[in-house]
Protein backbone atom coordinates (compact mmCIF):
# COMPACT_ATOMS: atom_id res chain seq x y z
CA UNK A 1 0.00 0.00 0.00
CA UNK A 2 1.39 3.35 -0.97
CA UNK A 3 1.81 5.65 1.97
CA UNK A 4 1.44 9.52 2.32
CA UNK A 5 3.56 10.85 4.94
CA UNK A 6 1.97 14.32 7.10
CA UNK A 7 2.12 16.84 8.97
CA UNK A 8 -0.49 18.47 10.86
CA UNK A 9 0.02 22.64 11.30
CA UNK A 10 -3.36 24.03 13.87
CA UNK A 11 -2.91 26.71 16.45
CA UNK A 12 -6.30 24.84 18.40
CA UNK A 13 -5.40 21.93 20.38
CA UNK A 14 -8.36 20.89 19.47
CA UNK A 15 -8.64 20.98 16.28
CA UNK A 16 -4.94 19.33 16.46
CA UNK A 17 -5.87 16.14 18.19
CA UNK A 18 -8.85 16.28 16.05
CA UNK A 19 -6.84 15.73 12.85
CA UNK A 20 -4.01 13.58 14.30
CA UNK A 21 -7.03 11.27 15.22
CA UNK A 22 -8.61 11.15 11.74
CA UNK A 23 -4.66 10.52 10.34
CA UNK A 24 -4.61 7.52 13.04
CA UNK A 25 -7.92 5.71 11.41
CA UNK A 26 -6.31 6.22 7.67
CA UNK A 27 -3.94 3.22 7.21
CA UNK A 28 -1.95 5.00 3.97
CA UNK A 29 -1.27 8.15 5.91
CA UNK A 30 1.76 8.10 8.07
CA UNK A 31 1.63 10.89 10.34
CA UNK A 32 5.26 12.73 11.04
CA UNK A 33 4.56 15.68 13.35
CA UNK A 34 2.05 18.04 14.74
CA UNK A 35 2.66 21.71 15.47
CA UNK A 36 0.64 24.41 17.36
CA UNK A 37 2.95 26.60 16.20
CA UNK A 38 3.89 27.97 12.56
CA UNK A 39 7.42 28.73 12.91
CA UNK A 40 8.64 25.33 14.67
CA UNK A 41 6.08 23.45 11.81
CA UNK A 42 8.26 25.63 8.94
CA UNK A 43 11.23 24.26 10.88
CA UNK A 44 10.37 20.80 10.44
CA UNK A 45 9.25 20.80 6.94
CA UNK A 46 12.16 22.69 5.94
CA UNK A 47 13.89 19.45 7.52
CA UNK A 48 11.71 16.81 6.71
CA UNK A 49 9.96 16.56 3.49
CA UNK A 50 6.04 15.39 3.66
CA UNK A 51 4.02 14.15 0.98
CA UNK A 52 1.01 16.23 2.37
CA UNK A 53 0.58 19.24 4.83
CA UNK A 54 -2.71 19.85 7.16
CA UNK A 55 -2.57 23.84 7.25
CA UNK A 56 -4.63 25.85 9.41
CA UNK A 57 -4.82 29.74 8.04
CA UNK A 58 -5.54 31.84 11.11
CA UNK A 59 -2.24 31.21 13.31
CA UNK A 60 -0.32 33.61 15.36
CA UNK A 61 2.77 35.61 14.31
CA UNK A 62 2.24 33.51 10.56
CA UNK A 63 -0.57 32.40 8.54
CA UNK A 64 -0.95 29.28 6.80
CA UNK A 65 -1.00 31.24 3.39
CA UNK A 66 2.31 32.69 4.15
CA UNK A 67 3.50 29.88 5.13
CA UNK A 68 3.21 27.70 2.56
CA UNK A 69 5.00 30.48 0.13
CA UNK A 70 8.06 29.91 2.30
CA UNK A 71 8.31 25.45 1.65
CA UNK A 72 11.08 24.38 0.29
CA UNK A 73 10.60 22.89 -3.25
CA UNK A 74 9.20 19.97 -3.87
CA UNK A 75 6.44 21.22 -2.15
CA UNK A 76 4.31 19.23 -0.19
CA UNK A 77 0.58 19.20 -1.40
CA UNK A 78 -1.21 21.17 1.01
CA UNK A 79 -5.02 21.19 2.31
CA UNK A 80 -6.03 24.09 4.17
CA UNK A 81 -8.20 23.65 7.58
CA UNK A 82 -9.63 26.17 8.69
CA UNK A 83 -13.29 28.45 9.60
CA UNK A 84 -13.25 31.21 7.73
CA UNK A 85 -14.34 30.27 4.10
CA UNK A 86 -13.33 33.72 2.89
CA UNK A 87 -9.94 32.42 1.99
CA UNK A 88 -10.94 29.55 -0.69
CA UNK A 89 -10.18 31.32 -3.94
CA UNK A 90 -6.93 32.43 -2.60
CA UNK A 91 -5.67 28.89 -1.71
CA UNK A 92 -6.48 28.00 -5.02
CA UNK A 93 -3.96 30.17 -6.59
CA UNK A 94 -0.89 28.81 -4.25
CA UNK A 95 -2.38 25.18 -6.17
CA UNK A 96 -3.80 23.88 -2.70
CA UNK A 97 -4.91 20.31 -2.89
CA UNK A 98 -8.17 20.81 -0.92
CA UNK A 99 -9.85 23.28 1.36
CA UNK A 100 -11.67 21.67 4.48
CA UNK A 101 -13.78 24.05 6.52
CA UNK A 102 -14.32 23.76 9.89
CA UNK A 103 -15.93 21.84 11.84
CA UNK A 104 -14.55 18.80 9.32
CA UNK A 105 -16.34 15.87 8.80
CA UNK A 106 -13.68 12.53 8.77
CA UNK A 107 -15.76 11.23 5.34
CA UNK A 108 -15.04 14.91 3.75
CA UNK A 109 -11.36 14.39 5.29
CA UNK A 110 -10.73 11.15 3.77
CA UNK A 111 -11.84 12.39 0.20
CA UNK A 112 -9.20 15.10 0.63
CA UNK A 113 -6.77 12.72 1.47
CA UNK A 114 -7.52 10.07 -1.24
CA UNK A 115 -7.98 12.74 -3.73
CA UNK A 116 -4.15 13.81 -2.55
CA UNK A 117 -3.14 9.93 -3.20
CA UNK A 118 -4.28 9.22 -6.36
CA UNK A 119 -2.21 12.51 -7.37
CA UNK A 120 0.81 11.50 -5.59
CA UNK A 121 3.08 9.53 -7.66
CA UNK A 122 4.34 5.73 -6.42
CA UNK A 123 6.93 6.47 -3.80
CA UNK A 124 6.04 9.05 -0.90
CA UNK A 125 8.73 11.54 0.46
CA UNK A 126 10.96 10.47 3.17
CA UNK A 127 13.42 12.74 5.08
CA UNK A 128 15.77 9.96 4.03
CA UNK A 129 14.72 10.19 0.23
CA UNK A 130 16.51 12.69 -1.60
CA UNK A 131 14.13 15.43 -2.96
CA UNK A 132 14.98 15.29 -6.44
CA UNK A 133 13.63 11.78 -6.89
CA UNK A 134 9.97 12.61 -6.79
CA UNK A 135 10.32 15.60 -7.98
CA UNK A 136 10.20 14.92 -11.94
CA UNK A 137 7.03 13.17 -11.32
CA UNK A 138 5.08 15.03 -8.76
CA UNK A 139 5.40 17.94 -11.42
CA UNK A 140 2.39 16.85 -13.82
CA UNK A 141 0.39 16.51 -11.24
CA UNK A 142 1.15 19.86 -9.26
CA UNK A 143 -1.47 21.90 -11.98
CA UNK A 144 -4.40 19.57 -11.58
CA UNK A 145 -5.61 22.41 -8.33
CA UNK A 146 -5.62 25.27 -10.74
CA UNK A 147 -8.25 23.28 -13.26
CA UNK A 148 -11.23 24.34 -11.06
CA UNK A 149 -11.94 26.85 -8.26
CA UNK A 150 -14.11 26.41 -4.97
CA UNK A 151 -17.21 29.24 -4.70
CA UNK A 152 -19.40 29.55 -1.78
CA UNK A 153 -23.12 28.05 -2.94
CA UNK A 154 -25.44 28.83 -0.12
CA UNK A 155 -23.70 27.37 2.89
CA UNK A 156 -21.35 24.89 1.03
CA UNK A 157 -17.82 25.44 -0.71
CA UNK A 158 -18.62 24.61 -4.18
CA UNK A 159 -16.06 22.84 -6.61
CA UNK A 160 -16.02 24.11 -9.88
CA UNK A 161 -14.05 22.95 -13.40
CA UNK A 162 -12.61 25.54 -15.65
CA UNK A 163 -13.57 23.35 -18.40
CA UNK A 164 -17.47 23.41 -16.97
CA UNK A 165 -18.26 27.30 -17.20
CA UNK A 166 -19.87 28.35 -20.11
CA UNK A 167 -20.11 31.72 -19.05
CA UNK A 168 -20.38 34.46 -15.60
CA UNK A 169 -22.91 36.62 -15.59
CA UNK A 170 -22.71 39.39 -12.84
CA UNK A 171 -25.65 40.35 -10.52
CA UNK A 172 -25.21 43.49 -8.52
CA UNK A 173 -22.94 41.60 -5.18
CA UNK A 174 -23.26 38.75 -6.71
CA UNK A 175 -21.95 36.14 -9.17
CA UNK A 176 -23.98 33.71 -11.77
CA UNK A 177 -21.92 31.03 -13.03
CA UNK A 178 -23.51 29.17 -16.10
CA UNK A 179 -22.34 26.07 -16.51
CA UNK A 180 -22.49 22.86 -18.71
CA UNK A 181 -23.44 20.11 -16.10
CA UNK A 182 -24.37 22.05 -13.06
CA UNK A 183 -26.63 24.22 -14.52
CA UNK A 184 -26.75 27.76 -12.91
CA UNK A 185 -24.30 28.42 -9.57
CA UNK A 186 -25.72 31.79 -7.65
CA UNK A 187 -22.25 33.25 -5.08
CA UNK A 188 -21.42 36.23 -3.23
CA UNK A 189 -18.41 36.82 -5.16
CA UNK A 190 -17.07 39.64 -7.29
CA UNK A 191 -15.67 39.56 -10.87
CA UNK A 192 -12.26 41.06 -9.62
CA UNK A 193 -11.99 37.75 -7.10
CA UNK A 194 -12.78 35.09 -9.53
CA UNK A 195 -10.59 36.77 -12.17
CA UNK A 196 -7.43 36.61 -10.14
CA UNK A 197 -8.33 32.93 -10.67
CA UNK A 198 -9.18 31.80 -13.76
CA UNK A 199 -6.57 31.11 -16.65
CA UNK A 200 -6.37 34.62 -18.66
CA UNK A 201 -5.54 32.49 -21.30
CA UNK A 202 -8.97 30.80 -21.34
CA UNK A 203 -11.28 33.45 -20.52
CA UNK A 204 -12.52 36.60 -21.21
CA UNK A 205 -14.40 39.88 -19.33
CA UNK A 206 -16.21 41.23 -22.50
CA UNK A 207 -18.91 43.66 -20.28
CA UNK A 208 -19.45 45.01 -17.14
CA UNK A 209 -21.54 42.29 -16.52
CA UNK A 210 -19.99 39.35 -18.64
CA UNK A 211 -17.37 36.88 -18.19
CA UNK A 212 -16.98 33.87 -21.54
CA UNK A 213 -14.92 30.59 -21.48
CA UNK A 214 -13.15 31.61 -25.05
CA UNK A 215 -13.64 27.98 -26.05
CA UNK A 216 -17.47 28.16 -25.44
CA UNK A 217 -17.98 30.72 -27.84
CA UNK A 218 -20.19 29.79 -30.62
CA UNK A 219 -19.73 32.47 -32.56
CA UNK A 220 -19.25 36.07 -32.55
CA UNK A 221 -21.75 38.86 -34.51
CA UNK A 222 -21.18 42.63 -34.65
CA UNK A 223 -20.79 43.97 -30.81
CA UNK A 224 -22.23 40.35 -29.36
CA UNK A 225 -21.25 37.15 -29.07
CA UNK A 226 -23.08 34.09 -28.32
CA UNK A 227 -22.48 30.99 -26.14
CA UNK A 228 -25.00 28.50 -25.27
CA UNK A 229 -27.12 29.65 -27.29
CA UNK A 230 -27.27 32.95 -25.82
CA UNK A 231 -26.27 36.44 -27.11
CA UNK A 232 -23.90 38.20 -25.07
CA UNK A 233 -23.32 41.92 -25.69
CA UNK A 234 -19.35 43.10 -25.98
CA UNK A 235 -18.82 46.41 -24.06
CA UNK A 236 -16.49 49.30 -25.47
CA UNK A 237 -14.52 49.10 -22.53
CA UNK A 238 -13.34 45.23 -23.46
CA UNK A 239 -13.75 45.44 -27.39
CA UNK A 240 -10.79 45.69 -28.33
CA UNK A 241 -8.91 43.49 -25.43
CA UNK A 242 -11.60 40.54 -26.37
CA UNK A 243 -10.65 40.97 -30.21
CA UNK A 244 -6.52 40.43 -29.58
CA UNK A 245 -7.64 37.57 -26.88
CA UNK A 246 -10.37 35.65 -29.88
CA UNK A 247 -7.57 36.11 -31.99
CA UNK A 248 -4.88 34.73 -29.79
CA UNK A 249 -7.23 31.94 -29.35
CA UNK A 250 -7.29 31.27 -33.07
CA UNK A 251 -11.09 31.94 -33.20
CA UNK A 252 -10.72 34.51 -36.07
Known amino acids: MQRLTCAILDDEPLALDLLADYCAQVPFLELRGQFHDALAGLAFLQDNPVDVVFMDIHMPRLTGLQLVQLLPAPAPRIIFTTAYDQYAVQSYTLNAAD ?3 KPIAFD ?3 QAVSKVRQAV ?3 SAAPVAPAATPEPQAAPAAPAPADAMFVKNEHRLQRVAFDDILYIEGM ?7 TASAGKILTLQSFRRVEEV ?4 RFA ?9 LSRIEHVERGKVQVAGRLLPVGDTYRESFAELIRAHNQL
Open 99 to 101: YLL
Open 108 to 110: RFL
Open 121 to 123: PSG
Open 172 to 178: KEYLLLH
Open 198 to 201: LPPE
Open 205 to 213: RIHKSFLVA
